[in-house]
């Protein structure tokens, strides 16, 4: 493995390291038995290495080969970041990744059951064909969405198919498949991308580091009962952003618990699929949105910078690096980047009547000054208390999609209830009013019986 070139990141993972190793360790005509010993201990903490990654990412079936496959197509390289872009074509850059292709290509193909009987292991066997839990669990999500699982796992058997072909041996330097493995690869990264933006929806700063929000619930817009109005102007702007068009930043301000935030988690959703990304970043760390867009501005995504909950005291400052971002600071916002932000408050930075009152020489100035954030936003999209028709309206579609067999009446009924103990009429009051139902369905079932 220290003849990579391209893909050199790998040598740098523990277990894909030690895997290799491993393999060509086996490859050697003779070893002693103390040898074997050594070797079957490694071998199994890889076994167990393998089996938790597999769990945690939700794969089965060859584990060695998803696991392989996930590593080349996150790996964030010359070759992968020029794919992301457009398609390799011919090139010394080609050249070069189809040469470490070739090379990955025969550990891709490891017998892991000859190894078994190599190493006296049978434990490797599993690797070959590792199987599930069809039980569902609450402890964890997988890593990766269903989708993208699909297009690994598509992508394992297009390589698996592509080397079979008549003539396939007729690739690089004589290794079966090169040229059409890469010809595949270059289609994932073009059509999916690469590394953390390719294959997830959501993100948040850690330390000045982007890293991926793993189990993102998944609700759509279509998720979202009533609204219509909020979700079109939404819909309308995120459109023309990841459809090349001019696009605005946008703040989404109401009451609490109306959507705001679902909302955007939503169309990370919708339009995962045209080169969305959603990053989420805190009150702490809106002096480090330069240096994030920095990161976002040459990649081939849209980025939408989510400022949650978004306001400010009138002694704090902190929105003047947003007001100098958004726009006015010397380097404007790429054409790839908008802020969207929640609020319940259409005003960011708290005023009040002394504002306007004559101690202040410049009170215009003063209140300008204050506005001028809430200004910066070119749509502002409200999200209202739902009147009671429209809180029936959610309560039933929710109470639909749980299979909450209560008779209409009666669910009306205890959700007027819970609306009058729990905060008023909302979105968020009517979710946590099913879920509670769904949590004591048979009690209230047998009530209304």
Request: glycine share 6%; net charge negative.
């Amino acid at each position: 493995m220290d003849d990579l070139v391209i893909y050199n990141n790998l040598k740098a993972d523990t277990t894909a390291s030690a895997i290799f190793e491993l393999i060509e360790s086996c490859a050697q005509s003779e070893f002693g038995e103390d040898k074997r010993s050594r070797m079957r201990s490694r071998a199994l903490r890889m076994v167990g290495d393998l089996a938790a990654h597999a769990c945690i990412c939700g794969f089965s079936g060859n584990i060695w080969q998803s696991f392989l496959i996930e590593k080349i197509v996150t790996d964030e390289n010359t070759f992968s970041l020029s794919c992301e872009k457009r398609r390799g074509g011919p090139g010394s850059l080609r050249d070069l990744a189809l040469r470490d292709i070739a090379i990955l290509k025969d550990y891709f193909f490891v017998d892991f059951d000859m190894l078994s009987k190599i190493l006296k292991c049978p434990e490797l066997k599993v690797v070959s064909d590792f199987k599930l839990s069809d039980t569902p669990t609450r402890f964890f999500g997988y890593k990766y969405s269903a989708r993208i699982r699909a297009r690994m796992d598509d992508l394992r058997s297009e390589i698996i198919r592509v080397s079979m072909l008549p003539g396939a041996s007729m690739g690089n330097a004589g290794n079966p498949a090169a040229d059409k493995i890469l010809s595949l690869l270059e289609d994932f990264y073009a059509r999916t991308g690469t590394g953390l933006f390719g294959l997830h929806r959501a993100f948040r700063l850690d330390d000045g580091y982007i890293v991926a929000i793993e189990n993102l619930s998944a609700p759509t817009l279509n998720d979202l009962v009533g609204l219509e109005m909020a979700k079109k102007q939404l819909t309308d702007n995120t459109e023309a952003f990841v459809s090349g068009r001019p696009a605005n930043n946008c703040l989404l301000y109401g009451d609490a618990g109306t959507g705001k935030s679902t909302a955007v988690r939503a169309i990370a959703n919708d339009y995962f699929d045209r080169g969305l990304r959603v990053i989420e970043l805190y009150r702490h760390q809106y002096d480090s949105i330069s240096s994030v867009i920095e990161q976002l501005r040459r990649r081939n995504y849209y980025f939408i910078l989510l400022l949650d909950d978004l306001s400010f005291e009138e002694d704090e400052t902190d929105y003047k690096y947003l007001k100098a971002v958004i726009e006015g600071g010397v380097s404007e916002l790429p054409a790839n980047v908008l802020i969207y932000a929640t609020s319940n408050r259409r005003h960011l930075i708290r005023e009040n009547y002394s504002d306007k009152e004559d101690e202040d020489m410049h009170t215009g100035d003063t209140v300008q000054e204050k506005l001028s954030l809430s200004m910066r936003f070119g749509v502002t999209i409200y999200f209202g208390r739902p009147d009671q028709e429209e809180y029936r309206e959610i309560v039933k579609a929710l109470a639909e999609r749980s299979d909450i067999g209560i008779p209409d009446q009666d669910l009306y009924a205890e959700a007027r209830k819970w609306e009058l103990y729990h905060g008023g009429r909302s979105g968020r009051t009517a979710e946590q009013f099913v879920d509670h139902l769904a949590g004591n369905l048979e009690e209230k079932i047998n009530k209304y019986k």
